[in-house]
């Protein structure tokens, strides 16, 4: 080809007609020569981007690690702008930090599937500070009560109410303590079936506008929650069956003795629990603190409109993770021997569930 170049490039005499043809040939071929390394080339480059592009977009803890860190410094950003905001502004404020944290706790459930364990707990750790935080800030500078003016009190109620304050006071058995972490629920006194004893109940959240719900202080009670909520905060439960539809965000279990539950969450953090058994569907790994005795099996429950529900919540997928536990409290390599993954021959089969019958609806 060399030759062909070096005779165009040095032949300036005229041509007659049959020499021109000749060039004329010589030059479609050069041409035609040329046109195909160039599109060797460009293939090649597009092969070569195409494989970068790949690599780019595979999720990596280095690019989950950055965009923790970004979120992060952002919500402490508006944690520190609180005081300084508009008191009409406030709550809007506060509200948008709230979503802000949800968000990044979202953002751990769907990366927690490749990162390496101690990334997961440090960041759980850090939203759970953050929740914290923004907790106190509630406290602080939104007050529980509206001021509003009464008529005084005669000495006689004053006396009373002192009497009755003394009678619940912290410390009588009646009563329990909470920490700040737990105070939120409390306060949002959000809908649920308390204080009940030997009794079925159900509650169907479909097409309702419920977002969090409680199930506290029950003792050999059935329970069925049909459809989806935000969030579930279950307390102080004994000798119960509790199965639930899929959570969107996190599951909250504090306190549970001689219990099963069939639950599905993008979250789920079991403390003090003792003698349970947990059959879940969750994107994250399950979280065990001060517990003995669990042990952990894949979702089992059937009601009608489950799939859907599991879809519009993206449960629809069995994760796995059911058996990925990670227990706070053990810091060891070796397994944990607080829990346990429950033997096959040991396990209920399929639970089915309707809101028909004998159950009574919680409030």
């Known amino acids: ?36 390394r ?85 960041s759980l750790k850090t939203i759970s500070d953050l929740k914290q935080t923004l907790e106190n800030l509630n406290s602080e500078l939104i007050p529980k009560k509206k001021f509003s003016f009464k008529n005084k009190a005669s000495k006689q109620d004053r006396d009373r109410s002192v009497s009755d304050s003394k009678q619940t006071a912290p410390g009588n058995a009646d009563s329990f303590s909470v920490s700040l972490e737990k105070l939120s629920f409390q306060v949002r006194d959000s809908p649920g079936l308390r204080n009940k004893n030997g009794e079925t109940l159900v509650k169907n959240f479909k097409g309702s506008e419920i977002g969090e719900f409680t199930v506290s202080d029950l003792d050999s009670c059935e329970v069925r929650l049909i459809g989806s909520v935000r969030a ?5 439960l004994k000798n119960c069956r509790v199965y639930a539809g899929p959570v969107t965000g996190s599951i909250l279990i504090e306190g549970a003795e001689d219990c099963v539950f069939v639950m599905a969450s993008h979250q789920i953090r079991i403390h003090n629990a003792k003698g349970t058994d947990f059959y879940l569907r969750v994107r994250s790994r399950p979280i065990i603190e001060d517990s003995t005795g669990v042990r952990f099996a894949p979702y089992c429950l059937s009601y009608e409109g489950i799939e859907e529900d599991l879809r519009e919540a993206s449960l629809d997928e069995e994760t796995g993770n059911w058996g990925n536990v990670d227990d706070f409290k053990w810091l060891r390599a070796v397994q944990s021997p607080n829990w346990a993954v429950l033997p096959e021959n040991e396990r209920v089969g399929m639970v089915q569930i309707s809101n028909s019958g004998d159950g009574i609806e919680g409030n």
């Open 232 to 236: 579930l905060f279950v307390h102080r």
């Open 1 to 36: 080809m060399e030759n062909e170049e070096e005779v165009l490039a040095t032949s300036n005499e005229p041509l007659d007609p049959n020499l021109h043809k000749k060039h004329i040939s010589m030059i479609e071929r050069l041409s035609n020569r040329h046109q195909i």
């Open 38 to 122: 160039l599109d060797n080339s460009l293939a090649r480059q597009s092969e070569s981007d195409s494989s970068s592009s790949s690599t780019a977009t595979a999720p990596t803890t280095a690019s989950f690690l950055s965009r923790f860190s970004d979120s992060k410094r952002s919500i402490d950003s508006q944690l520190a702008q609180s005081r300084l905001t508009d008191p009409a502004q406030l709550r809007s404020h506060l509200d948008s930090i709230s979503a802000s944290i949800s968000d990044l706790e979202k953002l751990v459930a769907e990366s927690s599937y490749f990162l390496p364990s101690y990334e997961v707990r440090s």
